[in-house]
């Protein structure tokens, strides 16, 4: 596999947001929360509003010594992430102690562009083994998470998977590499399934001029993001005094979409 791994991060305009909260009487660095994704975690801008990723919600849950730097962008794949330089810059930024939550799939899905299309048991493993592996050198504790679900149903109406072996192949690896696994997928899965047809067009990007199936609005994202943090705690990754609100309800209204180009 060749690889491009040293380009130039300023090539790349938009800086992620970082959830910070309020510093520290104490002076000590917080440990912090980086994501490595696709769209479905990806910060929005005021453009693609009520589009929400979930990595834009997770803050909510999640104390404010415990920031979440969200490096997801949209279109990308485990691949293309790395080609594009994106996980030299999360590397660059990532500390002892810190965390690296890596999801992807859904671009890694597509076969028809091999800028981005990965093989679930070979390349798209071999991918995300530069993610774990970065992360460990650096002292950071990387988290693997298989991809949240699309809406998809049936005939009958039950939810229906759409990621392939992907899902699959992740959990291999993270259980070769005893890493920590959030399992997003059938998870999420679960969750649309409960919801069923019509309610679960609430949370996801369902609009008078749009019919999408994969992102979500704010419902949605906060929704996975609860999902997320609960399973930080079950995982043993984050400890149960690191999040807030796990069983409260959050406000749509907190989810904002600053100026920009995504």
Do not use: C
């Not at 010594?65 to 992430?81: I, Q, T």
């Not at 939550?101 to 671009?107: G, K, R, S, V």
């Not at 229906?160 to 590499?177: C, F, I, K, N, T």
């Amino acid at each position: 596999m060749s690889l491009s791994r040293r380009q130039v991060a300023a090539a790349f305009g938009v800086v992620p947001i970082v959830a910070t909260g309020t510093a520290h009487a104490s002076g000590r660095r917080p440990r912090t929360l980086f994501i490595a994704g696709d769209s479905t975690a990806a910060q929005k801008y005021a453009a693609a509003a009520p589009e929400t990723g979930w990595g834009m919600a997770l803050p909510f849950f999640l104390r404010k010594d415990r920031p979440v730097s969200n490096h997801a962008v949209n279109g990308r794949s485990s691949k293309s992430f790395v080609d594009e330089g994106r996980l030299d810059v999360v590397l660059g930024q990532i500390r002892a102690g810190d965390f690296l939550l890596i999801q992807f799939a859904h671009n890694d899905e597509k076969a028809d562009d091999p800028t981005r299309y990965t093989e679930p048991w070979s390349t798209y493993q071999e991918y995300l083994r530069l993610y774990v592996d970065g992360a460990r050198a650096r002292g950071a504790r990387p988290v693997l998470a298989t991809a949240v679900e699309r809406r998809r149903f049936d005939v009958g109406g039950n939810a229906v998977p759409s990621h392939g072996d992907y899902p699959a192949a992740m959990r291999a690896l993270a259980q070769e590499e005893r890493v920590a696994l959030l399992d997003l997928q059938a998870l999420s899965l679960a969750l649309w399934q409960g919801l069923g047809v019509e309610a679960t067009k609430k949370y996801f990007n369902w609009t008078e001029t749009e019919q999408d199936n994969t992102h979500f609005n704010p419902p949605g994202a906060i929704a996975v993001a609860r999902i997320a943090a609960r399973e930080l705690v079950r995982t043993r990754v984050l400890r149960p005094q690191d999040v807030r609100r796990l069983d409260e309800e959050i406000p749509e209204s907190w989810i904002t979409w600053p100026q920009g180009a995504a």
